[in-house]
């Protein structure tokens, strides 16, 4: 069954700290993962696609991982701000055509001053 | 341009009504999904748009459930005689063409009672 792990399921820390979330997927056949970014009351945006051949790919303070033999990717912000705040959820593409995502449930994470 | 919006952002419906809840794409976008998005768990597919033909339908929960778009942009999402199961957050999300990045709007919160 294709299925997409979070861990943790939330997580507190103090503004300006660093954090790791991570990301487990039994989905076949692969095609890519991405990492959304949902604010409370607001639709999931995008933060990272990354494809098979894919190690690493950062967007400003966000950076993703993925080891397509573990099956295994990682989301870690640097230099956590309050506005980061939200669920972040990884999603496995099992198509090109991106009509079969399979959804993790999500990291909630909370920033604090 | 404006983003995907949908609307009503609220619902609340007494078990056993009838329910439409409304997407506007980005212009121009060909691709047109619908997601429902249970409390604390990820979106998952319900159904897929390519301009006005439903080209996948195989995440619907039941045949209370019908979707439409038949002039290639804005969608209805129906629900028939609504239950208590059917309480969640109904996404939308659009694509410009048929692979690339999907934008999801705001979504619509649905509450049986």
């Known amino acids: 069954k294709n299925q997409v792990e979070q861990s943790p399921q939330s997580l507190i820390i103090l503004e300006g700290k660093n954090c790791t979330l991570q990301c487990n997927y039994t989905v076949s056949p692969f095609s890519n993962l991405r990492w959304y970014k949902q604010d409370t009351g607001r639709g999931p945006v995008s933060l990272t696609i990354?494809?098979?051949?894919?190690n690493t790919k950062s967007n400003g303070r966000y950076t993703a991982t993925l080891d397509a033999d573990t099956k295994q990717s990682s989301l870690h912000i640097t230099a956590s701000q309050l506005s980061d705040s939200a669920s972040y959820i990884c999603?496995?593409?099992?198509?090109?055509?991106?009509?079969?995502?399979?959804f993790g449930k999500g990291t909630t994470l909370s920033v604090s001053s | 341009g404006a983003g995907v919006s949908q609307s009503p952002r609220y619902k609340v419906a007494k078990r056993g009504q009838d329910v439409a809840l409304r997407c506007d794409p980005i212009s121009g976008h060909v691709s047109l999904f619908w997601y429902q998005q249970a409390l604390g768990q990820g979106p998952e597919f319900l159904t897929y748009?390519?301009?006005?033909?439903?080209?996948?339908k195989s995440g619907l929960p039941s045949d209370r459930f019908f979707a439409e778009r038949p002039e290639g942009s804005v969608s209805t999402l129906k629900i028939q005689r609504t239950q208590q199961e059917d309480s969640a957050v109904y996404l939308c999300?659009?694509?410009?063409?048929?692979?690339?990045?999907?934008?999801f709007g705001p979504g619509t919160r649905l509450t049986v009672t």
């Open positions: 999300a659009s694509r410009p063409r048929g692979v690339g990045e999907q934008y």
């Open positions: 990354m494809t098979f051949s894919e």
């Open positions: 748009f390519q301009n006005e033909a439903q080209l996948d």
């Open positions: 999603v496995v593409s099992a198509n090109q055509a991106g009509t079969a995502l399979i």
